[in-house]
């Protein structure tokens, strides 16, 4: 069973749709991020949030809008997006000290098509 | 620059030979080291991780992996394949309390029955 669970699975959006991925964490990890995946690529670093403050942003255009209401949720606000943007949505989570820091913990993803 | 390198854009073998998946990285610190697999439409899953110690670290589904410093590799390997282990194999190095993990390019495994 994974422990950083997204919602939805599957999101179908037009250009001028307003919509939110989700994802939650249990394991007391303070640091959560979202990552970016095309089609036979690696994933790409979009955002970090550590102790529920954006800490890193990858220059994410602002039609993506992350938000981090507490210490286990982490939002992805979507407004405007292009169908370049159809990607996989992936929400990580890390501890922030010891041996297990570094170390991911992915959802599932998020499978998003724009049209 | 810290870069991760896989040479390898796949790998086909048989089910049952052995695999090894390479990975060299270049990384100005002591780094943290990772294979990450991920099945298609999934997230991806961690299968091992170096940071210190014995440079032979095992880690799920058989898999193991062989830091060698002076080669700057950390090759991934597993005796005998199975067809479930047909997936896309990442390799990735961070620092520890770092946030930016660097992953390579990944290698699809295909298994041949």
């Known amino acids: 069973d994974t422990e950083v669970t997204q919602t939805p699975k599957h999101l179908v959006m037009g250009m001028t749709n307003k919509k939110s991925l989700k994802c939650e964490q249990h394991?007391?990890?303070?640091?959560m991020y979202w990552y970016k995946q095309k089609a036979k690529k690696p994933p790409e670093l979009m955002f970090v949030y550590s102790y529920e403050k954006l800490s890193i942003n990858e220059s994410v255009p602002s039609r993506f809008s992350p938000e981090c209401p507490n210490s286990s949720l982490l939002n992805l606000h979507l407004h405007a997006l292009q169908p370049e943007d159809s990607a996989l949505y992936l929400c990580a989570s890390t501890a922030t000290s010891g041996q297990g820091s570094g170390e991911l913990f992915f959802g599932e993803g998020s499978r998003l098509t724009v049209l | 620059a810290q870069s991760v390198t896989q040479p390898d854009i796949h790998i086909t073998v048989s089910e049952g030979a052995s695999l090894e998946l390479r990975c060299n990285y270049s990384y100005g610190a002591t780094p943290y080291l990772f294979w990450y697999v991920q099945s298609p439409g999934q997230g991806l899953q961690l299968l091992l991780k170096?940071?210190?110690?014995?440079?032979l670290v095992q880690g799920i589904k058989g898999f193991e992996a062989e830091f060698k410093r002076s080669q700057s590799s950390f090759n991934l390997r597993k005796p005998s394949v199975h067809w479930s282990d047909a997936a896309e194999y990442f390799c990735a190095v961070g620092g520890g309390g770092g946030f930016k993990t660097i992953f390579g390019a990944g290698t699809r495994l295909f298994v041949k029955a």
């Open positions: 394991m007391g990890h303070r640091a």
């Open positions: 170096y940071f210190s110690g014995d440079t």
